[in-house]
């Protein structure tokens, strides 16, 4: 095993021989620790730029700390770090880095930490700190166990179970897309044998789709769920848990009959230009021959120029409005909660409409896509942007969703409240 992360070591950031030893030192540990004891919970894969990851956040900080008031909650997010110290103190949560050097000394207490670290020693000595006395880990990404990100990133995700396995810390997989697993052979010879040495250690793993069920087989079953997203499962929040203050919202009021457009950069990496615009000027001309007012809309802060791009294919149309302000997780769900329906392509605008019971045409790229609209017998609606698109079936679709949005509504609302029943995080640590 080691010859083989000796191959292709230097492709992970913390380094050959690094490498080795943490994956050795996780293995052989004796470290023992009472289960929820610990005075901190950690959320690691979730951050406030991507408006779904936000979302996920402060749905899991919300639940958490009504079932564990007296504990503190710590978000490990690089990116969230480096804002401003008042921003981050608007949150009744404290953020800190997971970086290189950190997941090293989480993994290794033999290795020397020989890392380009950006990030304050000050900062470094807290998360050592926070894991010394952490109850548990909860793993909120939304999708990155996966070779579709490659060899580095699906070896981060799982520097994030070595961790916990060697602090003998619980961790907790909630839902979120995995796979597929179809790595280069040098890639596939590191990850596949630590999938099979440390997935079956996390308390439960949730993936949202079948698909995910499948590609863990080979290496767990018994600690495997298949779970609806955590936003999708409950209904409000409390902000009070969520914020130190509450703010006051800035939700854009929109007008009637209108429909909301949510684009994604991923589908730049996966169609032409050209192929793009040719689909949104269609989306947009059989909006406007309904007699719709389209707002176009972000929710992801990457998704920025591609937003103004599309608005500015109807520059000169006053029923075309570019939402262009940086909204938050909630001030996002109340706009699309006055959309007569949705055309979204970022995974998390597809889920806050069927929150709030808005229907939606998706336009995804990855299996995710298909497996949420399929839950919700949605199906028609689902267009799939790794493929060619007909544009004359999507224009079809829009037309029938137009004229059947109120019985698509109800359908959507009554999925919702089978949702409901289930509340993971209940079955996980029980009632509040």
């Not at 955590?230 to 007008?255: A, G, S, W």
Request: aromatic share 10%; glycine share 6%; net charge negative.
């Amino acid at each position: 095993m080691y010859s083989r992360i000796r191959a292709i070591g230097q492709k992970f950031a913390f380094g050959t021989a690094v490498t080795e030893q943490l994956i050795f030192d996780s293995l052989t540990s004796q470290e023992s620790r009472s289960e929820l004891t610990g005075e901190n919970i950690v959320i690691v894969g979730g951050e406030l730029f991507n408006k779904g990851a936000q979302a996920m956040t402060f749905t899991v900080v919300d639940r958490l700390k009504r079932r564990f008031p007296g504990k503190s909650i710590y978000l490990f997010s690089n990116r969230d770090y480096q804002r401003d110290s008042i921003e981050k103190e608007q949150y009744d949560f404290t953020i800190l880095p997971w970086s290189g050097g950190a997941r090293i000394d989480a993994m290794s207490s033999i290795v020397p930490a020989v890392y380009d670290d950006p990030y304050p020693q000050t900062a470094h000595q807290e998360v050592k700190a926070v894991l010394n006395d952490c109850a548990f880990i909860i793993d909120i990404n939304g999708y990155a166990l996966s070779s579709q990100w490659g060899f580095q990133q699906s070896l981060q995700y799982m520097s994030n179970l070595i961790s916990a396995k060697r602090k003998k810390i619980p961790i907790y997989i909630l839902p979120q897309s995995i796979g597929p697993f179809s790595y280069p052979h040098a890639a596939a010879t590191i990850l596949k044998p630590l999938f099979s040495a440390f997935l079956p250690s996390a308390e439960v793993i949730c993936p949202r789709e079948k698909e995910g069920i499948k590609c863990l087989r080979p290496y767990t079953t018994e600690n495997v769920q298949l779970e609806s997203d955590i936003v999708l499962q409950y209904q409000d929040y409390n902000l009070e848990n969520v914020f130190t203050e509450v703010p006051e919202f800035q939700v854009p009021d929109v007008e009637g009959d209108a429909v909301g457009v949510v684009p994604n950069s991923r589908l730049v990496e996966r169609k032409e230009r050209d192929q793009l615009k040719d689909m949104y000027i269609a989306i947009l001309e059989t909006l406007l021959d309904q007699g719709k007012n389209v707002y176009v809309l972000r929710h992801s802060s990457e998704d920025e120029e591609i937003c103004t791009w599309i608005k500015s294919l109807f520059d000169d149309d006053n029923h075309i409005y570019l939402l262009d302000d940086e909204l938050n997780a909630i001030e996002l769900e109340q706009t699309i909660e006055q959309f007569d329906y949705l055309i979204g392509s970022r995974y998390h605008s597809l889920v806050h409409s069927y929150r709030n019971g808005v229907p939606v045409i998706a336009i995804g790229w990855a299996t995710k896509y298909g497996e949420l609209l399929e839950s919700f017998d949605q199906s028609a609606y689902f267009f799939d942007g790794r493929n060619k698109i007909d544009i004359s079936q999507l224009e079809a679709a829009i037309r029938q969703l137009d004229t059947k949005k109120e019985d698509e509504k109800e359908r959507i609302q009554e999925h919702i409240e089978t949702i409901h029943q289930s509340d993971l995080l209940t079955q996980l640590f029980g009632a509040v």
